[in-house]
């Protein structure tokens, strides 16, 4: 058996090569939180920063072929769970989940891409709401993937209350419902509920106007499954999770920035 100095924790997610967002950004924050990654890839996308071209997925017997052999070599301190493409993969995670000891995992419920490209198809959302939902750790729904799982409109922090209930009756132990996609009206900000263990937090974070950051549903819940393999708690672990993705989000806005005013000081010159 290896032995780990740092705890190991493993993304389940689909491989975009151009690296915004799937696989390649959940291990560059399992690094930036100083954790071991292991990932398995549900399906190899294509694409880059503008779209999605595609995808080939891979079946449940390559997901369990990837997983076993890193399941018996070491204790997986944390799961995380992205892109989800068929029903037959869904199901296969939940007998994973219930045959091994691999913990309870945080799920992005990755419905499609910024671009509005499919990522999952209606069978496996059904799967994912009878077979995964109840054995997560936490689920994390941006506005529009709670409104597909609930069938409610959401427009304000009473319908996120509302959403995060049902999807806690379905069995999911946490809910982060992420209000980013939300409009507040002039005075922008963003808020996010955290809704586990009979209490419900409202997380309010300055809105930081920026270009599009692709890959930011990716990056919090890896943050959040790294840091509860760090031994932090759940709310301490989303705290953590939305200072990274803000940190990420400026950096994005810093960027544009020096960007543009390095080719308005070209066309000057
Ligand atoms: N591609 C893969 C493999 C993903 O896992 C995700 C999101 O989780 C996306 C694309 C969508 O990312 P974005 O919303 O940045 O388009």
């Excluded at 941006?142 to 597909?148: C, L, Q, R, V, W």
Aim: glycine residues 8%; hydrophobic residues 45%.
């Amino acid at each position: 058996m290896i032995q780990a100095t740092r705890p190991i924790v493993l993304t389940i997610a689909g491989l975009d090569p151009s690296g915004g967002a799937g696989i390649i950004a959940d291990v560059r924050t399992f690094v930036h939180f100083g954790v071991r990654p292991a990932a398995a890839i549900t399906s190899l996308t294509f694409q880059n920063s503008e779209r999605v071209f595609g995808a080939t997925h891979e079946s449940a017997d390559s997901l369990r072929a990837q997983i076993l052999p890193i399941v018996e070599e070491g204790p997986i301190a944390a799961v995380k769970i992205g892109m989800l493409p068929t029903a037959d993969l869904v199901l296969e995670i939940a007998r994973l989940l219930t045959e091994t000891d691999l913990p309870a995992p945080v799920v992005d419920p990755v419905l499609q891409s910024t671009s509005g490209y499919a990522l999952m198809e209606k069978e496996a959302v059904e799967a994912l709401v009878t077979e995964l939902m109840p054995l997560a750790r936490l689920l994390t729904p941006n506005i529009p993937e709670a409104e597909t799982l609930t069938g409610l409109e959401i427009a304000d922090e009473a319908d996120m209350r509302e959403a995060s209930a049902m999807i806690r009756a379905m069995g999911a132990q946490a809910v982060l419902i992420k209000g980013g996609h939300l409009n507040n009206g002039p005075e922008r900000y963003a808020i996010d509920l955290l809704d586990f263990e009979e209490d419900v937090k409202v997380l309010s974070s300055e809105w930081i106007e920026s270009p599009p950051v692709r890959g930011t549903g990716c990056i919090l819940s890896a943050a959040v499954a790294a840091c509860l393999a760090r031994g932090m708690n759940l709310e301490e672990s989303v705290v953590a999770g939305k200072e990274f993705v803000a940190e990420t989000i400026r950096d994005a806005a810093g960027l544009a920035q020096r960007v543009a005013g390095d080719s308005e000081n070209t066309a000057e010159r």
